[in-house]
């Protein structure tokens, strides 16, 4: 399977537990994103990278969010001291470097805290 | 002011019928681009379709095209021959600038297709 994996698929944890997702772009893609979707809305912008580059990072991305894309490669986003606020579905998708790009998405992992 | 706007939260549609599902957008900038993905119970993002705001002609993919009225600031997707299978969840979404300075999204709330046999 070539297209983009996240890891996990569900996380469930207590409230101020730090949980880190896991992305896999697909190979050939150099730019990845973030999404962030709460039941029944559309996703929302979270963060963007350009091959390791963290270009473009939301407001909605507080202290307490950090994303890393260490070669350029796989990706990760970390929470730390989770609230019950933080649960959604978090989204992972990469493109290619043309103008019309469209986002390959992953399943997406959801977190739930309690 | 909301940027995307769909109206619609929940349609049926009879098998073999064709369905609009309405999108409007709000953007200053003259360059952007509007697109279209399907959302299933699995949760997956599916692209369906892609307009620029410079393209002269109608988006087409297979039984889907996009009714782009650039006047009015709507986007709205035609699905054609609707299958059973289309039932899921849709959502129109636009990047503001060129693509070339990436593809950041902005999503509206969706429209939730339901087919019926």
């Known amino acids: 399977d070539t297209g983009v994996s996240q890891d996990p698929r569900h996380k469930i944890t207590k409230r101020g537990q730090n949980v880190t997702f896991r992305c896999d772009p697909i190979s050939e893609h150099n730019r990845l994103y973030w999404y962030r979707q709460t039941l029944g809305q559309g996703p929302e912008f979270l963060t963007y990278f350009q091959n390791e580059a963290q270009l473009e990072k939301s407001r909605l991305l507080s202290d307490r969010f950090s994303a890393e894309r260490p070669k350029g490669s796989f990706s990760t986003l970390e929470i730390q001291r989770t609230e019950q606020g933080d649960s959604a579905m978090y989204l992972c998708a990469s493109s290619s470097w043309t103008d019309t790009g469209e986002l390959f998405f992953g399943e997406g992992s959801r977190l739930t805290v309690l | 002011a909301q940027k995307i706007t769909q109206t619609q939260p929940g349609m049926f549609v009879q098998e073999k019928e064709a369905v609009t599902l309405d999108c409007t957008y709000d953007?200053?900038?003259?360059?952007?681009?509007l697109f279209w993905y399907k959302q299933p119970s699995s949760g997956e993002m599916i692209f369906l379709i892609y307009?620029?705001?410079?393209?002269?002609q109608n988006a087409t993919e297979g039984r889907y095209s996009l009714n782009f009225q650039k006047a009015r600031k709507s986007a709205n997707l035609v699905i054609s021959a609707s299958q059973l299978g289309d039932s899921a969840m849709y959502f129109c979404?636009?990047?503001?600038?060129?693509?070339?300075?990436?593809?950041?999204?902005?999503f509206g709330g969706g429209t939730r297709l339901m087919v019926k046999p």
């Open positions: 953007t200053s900038d003259p360059s952007y681009g």
């Open positions: 307009q620029g705001s410079y393209d002269q």
């Open positions: 979404a636009m990047r503001e600038g060129r693509g070339n300075a990436g593809n950041m999204l902005t």
